[in-house]
């Protein structure tokens, strides 16, 4: 087989890229290693920033987004009995952010690449890269059980965190830079009308939780845990106890509750490889950098990339320059490191740290204050939060 640009991963990076290289008439062929109906059901993150839904909607990808995305115009946090709330419009001059799932940006891309017969490949296994420092790089991969070769221009390595693209490329290339944190977060989906019109971020004496939403009629509410901690320990009681205690800091605030559809703990954790490009291999997404997930930077960062990726694809087709290659990884660093430190600040400034001595307790409070108190510190977060412009 042949195409133009092999795309390792179906998630939002890898499928976004396929769509948007098709409607420049650039073929690709996408690689998944598991089902469709696994990727279109995998719950993640659910807020898209002001750029990440223009981009969506211009690329014509918008209308269920436009229809069933929520537009939110601030954030809550709470902490001790206090509680402050980031008034994005006022903070920034009117943009915001929609909450929509990613697995719905998943199969709302699925669809569109299928509808216009976009080649994409499920329940692949065995993907490896064969020559990535050649002109003409191949992969290969077995479905349904038979191995194939694919011959091609350029491979984006979209196959996320566990992926095969990043440790393709020889260990003493990659220049790597990584932070583990002491805690995790237990994430739950309920079947429950949202308890407040807005997120609510809340750092609490026995840890952070976060109550969120994927619709009118469902909630999405996390509970920082031990990193070490097993799903088994946690009973739906115990979940519901540990939420009400860490939210309910308001007056008249209350939780409510629902059937749990799914219960799961993901670990926590700061990743940049800094080598996005090697040879004709090009990462993009989880495949490069990760995030804590307080802020919700993640699928964010990763449509920023694909974003950089397709314009340089297009003009080496359009113009034959490599140009825009070239700076592909200077320019996606430059908002990878922003949103790395903003997820950082944000994970530090509401968790319990288990370590933490009584200096570093005063000095979370300090922020949290300074956060709420200042409009200069609020500005700043809001800005962050909603995103900044594609350049
Ligand atoms: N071969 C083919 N596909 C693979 C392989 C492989 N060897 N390894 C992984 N994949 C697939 C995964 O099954 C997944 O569907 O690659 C896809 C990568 O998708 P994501 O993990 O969603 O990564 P990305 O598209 O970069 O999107 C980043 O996902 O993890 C969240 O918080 C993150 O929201 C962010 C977003
Ligand atoms: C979510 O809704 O899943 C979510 C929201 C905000 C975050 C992280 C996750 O910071």
Redo the contacts with the bound molecule.
Sequence with gaps: MQTQIEI?????????LSHLLARKGIESIV????SRE??EN?V??GVLEQGTVNLLAEAGLGERLLKEGMPHHGIEIRFGANSHRIDFDELTDGKGITIYG?QEV?KDLISTRLKENGKLLFE??D?EILNPLDDKPAIS?KVDGTEQQIQCDLIAG????????RNSIPEEKRKNFSRDYPFAWLGILVDAPPSSAELVYANSTSGFALHSMRSPSITRNYIQCDPEDSIENWSNDRIWQALHDRLETVADWKLVEGEIIEKAITPMRSFVCETMRYGRLLL????AH??P?TG???????IS?VNYLSDAIVKRYQTGSEELLDSYTEKCLRRIWRGEHFSWYMTSLLHKFPESSPFQERLQSAELEYVCQSQAASRSLAENYVGFKFK
């Design positions: 390792i991963g179906a998630g939002p990076a890898g499928l976004l690689l998944e290693s598991k696994y990727v995998r993640r993150a990613q998943v692949t296994s993907v991969f979209c196959d996320g965190f566990h992926g095969v693209s993009a997404g989880d495949a990760i995030v997930p919700a930077k993640g699928m964010n960062l990763a990339d």
